[in-house]
C-alpha cells in the first residue's frame, strides 16, 4: 500500500516552546491530510482536515492557534503545537487520503510521541 | 454521521477464523465500510474496505450484508500477531472524507 511517513517518531521539548511534527507521502501525491491524536488506552480523536493550498478544518473543541497545520504541497503537511503544556503530551498520527472521493482508500503515518516536560 | 458498533474485545485461538463483526445501521447508500487495525504505540494499518460486494485481499475479507447495516471481518488464520484493536468505520461520503474512530474490538489471538 501507499506510505505515509512522520517525522519526528518522538519528540521532548520544554513547556512552553513549539514543536513541529511532519508527515509527508512518499509515493502518491495527497490532496487531503488529515492529523489525530491519541492518549493513552484511547481511541484516534481527528482534530483537523488539511487540505493543500487552502486553511485547515479544525474539529470543534481544538485550538486553531494552538495547533497549527499547514499543506504546503501535494506531500507535505505540517502540525506545529505552540506553546506547548505538559497535557499536550500524546500521540500524534497523520494520515492523507489518495483521492478525493469516499472509496479512496487512507493511509496513516507510524505517529508521532510528543511529550512536554 | 454513519457511527459504527463493535464489541469491546474478542479473543481467537492461533490458527482459527477471527470474525469481527461491525454494526452500522444509519450507513447511507454511497458510503464506504472501512477496516484499520491498530497494534500498540503505531499508526493504524489498512486492512480493507467496500461498498456493498463482499471483498477480499491477502490480509483479509469483508462481508457485508445485503442491507449494509452490517459487516464482518474476517482473518482466514489468525496469528500471534494479528492482536491488535481493530477499527470499523464509515467514511462519509460528504464534504471532507473524514474518518472518524470509534472505540474498536481489542482481538487477542491466544496461542
Known amino acids: 500500500g501507499a506510505v505515509v511517513s512522520q517525522h519526528p517518531s518522538w519528540v521532548i521539548c520544554k513547556s512552553g516552546t513549539s514543536v513541529k511534527i511532519e508527515c509527508r507521502s512518499l509515493d502518491f501525491q495527497a490532496t487531503t491530510m488529515f492529523w489525530y491524536r491519541q492518549f493513552p488506552k484511547q481511541s484516534l480523536m481527528l482534530m483537523a482536515t488539511s487540505n493543500e493550498g487552502s486553511k485547515a478544518t479544525y474539529e470543534q473543541g481544538v485550538e486553531k492557534d494552538k495547533f497549527l497545520i499547514n499543506h504546503a504541497s501535494l506531500t507535505l503537511s505540517t502540525l506545529t503545537v505552540t506553546s506547548a503544556h505538559p497535557e499536550d503530551s500524546s500521540f500524534y498520527i497523520c494520515?492523507?487520503?489518495?483521492?478525493?472521493?469516499?472509496?479512496?482508500?487512507?493511509?496513516f503515518g507510524e505517529g508521532s510521541w510528543l511529550t512536554v516536560v | 454521521d454513519a457511527k459504527t458498533t463493535q464489541p469491546t474485545s474478542m479473543d481467537c485461538a492461533e490458527g482459527r477464523a477471527a470474525n469481527l463483526p461491525c454494526n452500522h445501521s444509519t450507513i447511507s447508500g454511497n458510503e464506504y465500510v472501512y477496516w484499520y487495525r491498530q497494534i500498540h504505540s503505531q499508526g493504524p494499518q489498512y486492512i480493507i474496505h467496500?461498498?456493498?460486494n463482499n471483498e477480499t485481499n491477502e490480509m483479509a475479507s469483508l462481508i457485508i450484508t445485503e442491507d449494509r447495516k452490517s459487516s464482518t471481518l474476517i482473518l482466514p488464520h489468525a496469528t500471534l500477531r494479528d492482536t491488535a484493536v481493530y477499527y470499523c468505520?464509515?467514511?462519509?461520503?460528504?464534504?471532507?472524507?473524514?474518518?472518524?474512530f470509534g472505540t474498536g474490538t481489542s482481538l487477542t489471538v491466544i496461542p
Open positions: 468505520i464509515v467514511r462519509r461520503s460528504y464534504t471532507g472524507n473524514q474518518f472518524y
Open positions: 467496500g461498498l456493498k
Open positions: 494520515s492523507a487520503s489518495t483521492g478525493v472521493n469516499s472509496g479512496n482508500t487512507i493511509y
